[in-house]
């Protein structure tokens, strides 16, 4: 096991690695721009580095100021956590070449997999079922039309090195082709320095699973059961499960071999996702593969009992995979909903500012990962996630009542602010979220719905009290 790792990234998932390294002894060091300076991870870890200024190109994604705080402070090894440089094949490289050990898989996986063309074509290769589209990037609205006339409308065009819900359109007729095409490249290069673009069916009422997979550099691998996130806005997760409900077994079992598999197949090392569309005779399809921890990894931990983060790790340090499938058993259900600081009556708008309150729920079988506290000022130049609420119970009726009670307890106020919090209490209860027949349609369902009933003279203030929709709507108790 390493001596020392440093964590390269900020917030709830800073404080998460730094917590698992802890309890495995070994020593932390956390990096920080001058906006994260009151950060909690800088107080927790045994070192902190001043990287940079606050713009994450300067600091948290610069691969230079990283590579050096870990050769200055003697660490072996850099965990990047997820975003920023979590999948940057050059970083791995430039870890290797300092003789560092990057926390993920080879960089040459990454490379492959991150690219989301090369993934579709390197998975198709291996055997996993992907949805009709090209082949490999589309050079013009034109070749784009000609495709789409072979297979078909809706189509989404999506950015090749895309990720986080951001380059993404669905057209629907030919007239949309163009402006589709020409607005995806432009956000793509824009957002991820890439313009290139791929097309794929678009599966309009589907449900996105994904399958957690753990790898070790000894050719072992293992399915830790599957998530569910459907409840999604603009390609964006709110509201993670685990196990899938409603999905057969069957069904289970052949996506979550095929994953390993295919994980396998491609020399995969360390904790990664592999993401699918499977439509209403789930019948699945690959999207694509995430080469990191991903946010919503609570929620398998907490079925399976098996410490992600500490096992990413262990891999990392050369150590064989202790368990085998046979070792994998989940129990119960568990649910995460990401409380983003923003604005569900102004479309989700972040409404970042500084805390006055700030009081997390309890009780049993509650987790909350956060780096917020009373007075800390939520940046807004970073992601507005501040918390992530996980509960587990026997069977899912429970676990959504104990979220019910949960976010019912959650309290986020100061000058300006608002969360997401109220609003998944309205997810949770949808009848087609609890009978389990929801599809990633159900938030635009929600918001569409909320849009034709007018506020009443009540909801003029949303900042007292409940929120405009909360109020339209009580949420029912379990």
Same mark, same amino acid.
């Given at each position: 096991?390493?001596?020392?790792? +440093?964590?390269?990234?900020?917030?709830?998932?800073?404080?998460?690695? *730094?917590?698992? @390294?802890?309890?495995?002894?070994?020593?932390?060091?956390?990096?920080?721009?001058?906006? !994260?300076?009151?950060?909690?991870?800088?107080?927790?870890?045994?070192?902190?580095?001043?990287?940079?200024?606050?713009?994450?190109?300067?600091?948290?994604?610069?691969?230079?100021? =990283?590579?050096?705080?870990?050769?200055?402070?003697? $660490?072996?090894?850099?965990?990047?956590?997820?975003?920023?440089?979590?999948?940057?094949?050059?970083?791995?490289?430039?870890?290797?070449?300092?003789?560092?050990?990057?926390?993920?898989?080879?960089?040459?996986?990454?490379?492959? +997999?991150?690219?989301? @063309?090369?993934?579709?074509? =390197?998975?198709?290769?291996?055997?996993?079922?992907?949805?009709?589209?090209?082949? &490999?990037?589309?050079? %013009?609205?034109?070749?784009?039309?000609?495709? +789409?006339?072979?297979?078909?409308?809706?189509?989404?065009?999506?950015?090749?090195?895309?990720?986080?819900?951001?380059?993404?359109?669905?057209?629907?007729?030919?007239?949309?082709?163009?402006?589709?095409?020409?607005?995806?490249?432009?956000?793509?290069?824009? =957002?991820?320095?890439?313009?290139?673009?791929?097309?794929?069916?678009?599966?309009?009422?589907?449900?996105?699973?994904?399958?957690?997979?753990?790898?070790? /550099?000894?050719?072992?691998?293992?399915? +830790?059961?599957?998530?569910?996130?459907?409840?999604?806005?603009?390609?964006?997760?709110?509201?993670?499960?685990?196990?899938?409900?409603?999905?057969?077994?069957?069904?289970?079992?052949?996506?979550?071999?095929?994953?390993?598999?295919?994980?396998?197949?491609?020399?995969?090392?360390?904790? &990664?996702?592999?993401?699918?569309?499977? !439509?209403?005779?789930?019948?699945?399809?690959?999207?694509?593969?995430?080469?990191?921890?991903?946010?919503?990894?609570?929620?398998?931990?907490?079925?399976? /009992?098996?410490?992600?983060?500490?096992?990413?790790?262990?891999?990392?340090?050369?150590?064989?995979?202790?368990?085998?499938?046979?070792?994998?058993?989940?129990?119960?259900?568990?649910?995460?909903?990401?409380?983003?600081?923003?604005?569900?009556?102004?479309?989700?708008?972040?409404?970042?500012?500084?805390?006055?309150?700030?009081?997390?729920?309890?009780?049993?079988?509650?987790?909350?990962?956060?780096?917020?506290?009373?007075?800390?000022?939520?940046?807004?130049?970073?992601? %507005?996630?501040?918390?992530?609420?996980? =509960?587990?119970?026997?069977?899912?009726?429970?676990?959504? *009542?104990?979220?019910?009670? $949960?976010?019912?307890?959650?309290?986020?106020? /100061?000058?300006?602010?608002?969360?997401?919090?109220?609003?998944?209490?309205?997810?949770?209860?949808?009848?087609?979220?609890?009978?389990?027949?929801?599809?990633?349609?159900?938030?635009?369902?929600?918001?569409?719905?909320?849009?034709?009933?007018?506020? /009443?003279?009540?909801?003029?203030?949303?900042?007292?009290?409940?929120?405009?929709?909360?109020?339209?709507?009580?949420?029912?108790? %379990?």
């Amino acid at each position: 096991m390493f001596d020392k790792v +440093l964590i390269a990234n900020r917030g709830e998932i800073a404080l998460r690695v *730094a917590r698992a @390294c802890r309890e495995l002894g070994v020593a932390t060091v956390a990096v920080y721009s001058t906006e !994260d300076r009151d950060s909690p991870v800088v107080r927790y870890a045994d070192e902190a580095v001043h990287i940079g200024p606050g713009a994450a190109r300067a600091s948290y994604r610069n691969i230079a100021a =990283v590579v050096e705080a870990a050769r200055q402070t003697g $660490a072996q090894a850099i965990h990047p956590g997820y975003g920023f440089l979590s999948e940057d094949a050059d970083f791995a490289e430039v870890c290797a070449q300092n003789d560092i050990v990057f926390i993920g898989p080879p960089a040459h996986v990454i490379a492959q +997999l991150g690219d989301k @063309c090369a993934a579709r074509r =390197v998975m198709s290769e291996v055997g996993l079922p992907v949805l009709p589209g090209s082949h &490999g990037p589309v050079v %013009s609205a034109e070749e784009a039309t000609a495709l +789409l006339a072979e297979i078909g409308y809706p189509a989404i065009f999506k950015a090749a090195a895309g990720g986080g819900g951001r380059g993404m359109a669905v057209v629907t007729e030919p007239r949309e082709v163009v402006t589709a095409y020409q607005g995806v490249t432009s956000e793509s290069l824009a =957002v991820f320095g890439d313009g290139r673009i791929y097309v794929e069916r678009y599966v309009a009422a589907a449900r996105h699973i994904e399958v957690q997979v753990l790898c070790d /550099g000894h050719g072992n691998g293992v399915h +830790l059961g599957l998530r569910d996130c459907s409840v999604q806005r603009r390609h964006q997760k709110l509201l993670e499960e685990s196990p899938a409900p409603g999905l057969s077994a069957q069904t289970a079992d052949r996506m979550g071999q095929a994953a390993v598999a295919a994980a396998l197949a491609v020399g995969y090392v360390g904790a &990664g996702t592999f993401e699918f569309l499977v !439509d209403e005779d789930e019948r699945f399809y690959f999207m694509e593969a995430n080469c990191r921890i991903q946010v919503e990894h609570p929620v398998t931990e907490a079925v399976t /009992g098996v410490d992600l983060v500490q096992q990413q790790l262990r891999v990392a340090a050369g150590e064989r995979l202790a368990l085998r499938q046979a070792d994998v058993v989940p129990r119960g259900a568990a649910i995460e909903c990401r409380i983003n600081v923003e604005n569900p009556d102004r479309d989700f708008a972040p409404a970042p500012g500084v805390f006055d309150e700030f009081v997390v729920p309890g009780g049993p079988f509650v987790r909350v990962d956060t780096h917020g506290y009373p007075g800390y000022r939520m940046p807004a130049i970073y992601d %507005s996630l501040i918390a992530k609420i996980i =509960v587990w119970a026997p069977d899912r009726a429970a676990a959504i *009542a104990r979220m019910d009670r $949960a976010l019912a307890e959650f309290r986020a106020t /100061g000058r300006a602010i608002h969360t997401t919090a109220g609003f998944l209490r309205q997810v949770l209860a949808e009848h087609t979220f609890r009978d389990g027949t929801h599809t990633t349609t159900l938030v635009g369902h929600i918001l569409h719905d909320l849009a034709g009933r007018p506020a /009443g003279p009540a909801a003029t203030r949303p900042e007292e009290g409940a929120p405009r929709w909360a109020r339209k709507h009580p949420v029912p108790h %379990s």
